[in-house]
């Protein structure tokens, strides 16, 4: 999402394989703006003027949005407030992240902001762009990529929630915008669900033992080829510590207290000090999650399901942690539905 943007920013040089898609979207902009052809050949973006102050505003490109769903057949989505508040946390979460983008736990972070809402949503779909500081160029952004755009007219959803707030990417300011869909549980659904919801928001969650992880995690690198796995008491006291971490932040932290634990390897925790290995990994699970492949998300009751549901739909480098064959050790701690698995060269 950064790169388009870039090239509607300033004017470089536009990859030939980019050239129709970034001049797809100079048409969907308020901008004086056209492709020229260098002394060099290259395509290049000119914006000599804009034709008008466009600050990013929430409600513009949820007003876009509303277009654009009328112009393909789509309903006419309403906004809801408490799904806006979920959208405006999220927002923040991103603003605090912005440099560790791709590490985001959004299903996890949606799903614990939606439990404090007072309305019950289900099938929350989610995307987000940072860069974008112009109303028209946020939704230009959503629009340019085919999978965001078809998430934009998902049939299904009956409201949906924008937010916007500044922040700093890579030490630069950048504005961030974030779209939330979804629908909104039955009353007569709701209440047959009354108690599974306030079970599930005061993280009382199916038991799975740190040694059923461990068992399901090699059973899982076995079915691939992978050597197994031993517990090592310094990863296991350094899981400890991390989860404690997670309670103390209130839920996933998108390994921020990891990068911060290595961030001086003068002064690493006493475990990590320890430990005779070399390389660490860490992934991080709240028991509330979503499989990547489908979709789906629900509450996990066995090791197996953590392992080879959710963590393996993961694009976020979590299968590639637990199928790495460098890793030799591993432990697995939790608590409160918040699962910590460290590996260990």
């Known amino acids: 999402m950064l790169a388009p943007y870039f090239f509607l920013q300033t004017r470089a040089a536009i990859p030939k394989l980019l050239s129709p898609v970034v001049g797809g979207m100079a048409k969907l902009l308020s901008l004086e703006s056209?492709?020229?052809?260098?002394?060099?050949?290259?395509?290049?973006?000119?914006?000599?003027?804009?034709?008008?102050?466009?600050?990013?505003?929430?409600?513009?490109?949820?007003e876009h949005i509303r277009e654009y769903r009328t112009r393909f057949g789509f309903s006419n989505l309403p906004s809801n407030p408490e799904l806006t508040l979920v959208a405006q946390k999220l927002a923040?979460?991103?603003?605090d992240n912005t440099d560790h983008y791709d590490d985001i736990p959004f299903e996890t972070l949606i799903s614990s902001y939606a439990h404090d809402s007072k309305t019950p949503f289900t099938a929350i779909s989610h995307v987000s762009v940072v860069g974008p500081s112009t109303t028209q160029a946020a939704f230009a952004a959503f629009v340019s990529n085919d999978e965001q755009s078809t998430f934009l007219?998902?049939?299904?959803?009956?409201?949906?929630?924008?937010a916007t707030r500044s922040a700093e990417y890579q030490a630069a300011p950048a504005d961030i915008t974030v779209v939330l869909l979804a629908r909104i549980v039955p009353?007569?659904?709701?209440?047959?669900?009354?108690s599974a919801t306030v079970s599930t928001s005061n993280l009382?969650?199916?038991?799975?033992?740190?040694?059923?992880?461990?068992l399901a995690l090699n059973e899982y690198r076995k079915d691939h080829g992978i050597p197994?796995?031993?517990?090592?008491?310094?990863?296991?006291?350094?899981?400890?510590?991390?989860?404690?971490?997670?309670?103390?932040y209130g839920g996933l932290d998108g390994h921020?207290?990891?990068?911060?634990?290595?961030?001086?390897?003068?002064?690493?925790?006493?475990?990590?000090?320890?430990?005779?290995?070399?390389?660490?990994?860490?992934?991080?699970?709240?028991?509330?999650?979503r499989n990547m492949t489908t979709g789906d998300g629900f509450v996990v009751e066995?090791?197996?399901?953590?392992?080879?549901?959710?963590?393996?739909?993961?694009?976020k480098g979590h299968r590639e942690a637990q199928l790495n064959p460098n890793f030799t050790a591993s432990c697995t701690r939790h608590q409160s539905g918040l699962f910590v698995v460290i590996f260990g060269e």
């Not at 007219?153 to 924008?162: G, K, M, N, Q, T």
Request: proline fraction near 6%; hydrophobic fraction near 45%; include cysteine.
């Open 153 to 162: 007219l998902d049939p299904i959803a009956e409201v949906f929630a924008v």
């Open 187 to 194: 009353k007569t659904q709701a209440v047959a669900n009354a």
């Open 92 to 95: 923040d979460a991103i603003a």
């Open 34 to 62: 056209a492709v020229v052809v260098s002394p060099e050949g290259n395509k290049l973006l000119a914006l000599p003027v804009s034709r008008a102050e466009d600050p990013l505003i929430a409600s513009g490109v949820a």
């Open 204 to 214: 009382s969650f199916p038991e799975i033992s740190n040694t059923a992880m461990l």
């Open 302 to 315: 066995t090791a197996t399901s953590l392992i080879e549901w959710c963590f393996d739909s993961s694009t």
């Open 256 to 289: 921020e207290g990891f990068r911060n634990d290595f961030a001086d390897l003068d002064n690493l925790p006493e475990p990590i000090k320890q430990y005779p290995g070399g390389k660490i990994g860490e992934n991080l699970a709240y028991q509330h999650c």
């Open 228 to 248: 197994q796995l031993v517990e090592n008491q310094f990863l296991c006291q350094y899981a400890q510590k991390r989860v404690g971490d997670l309670v103390a």
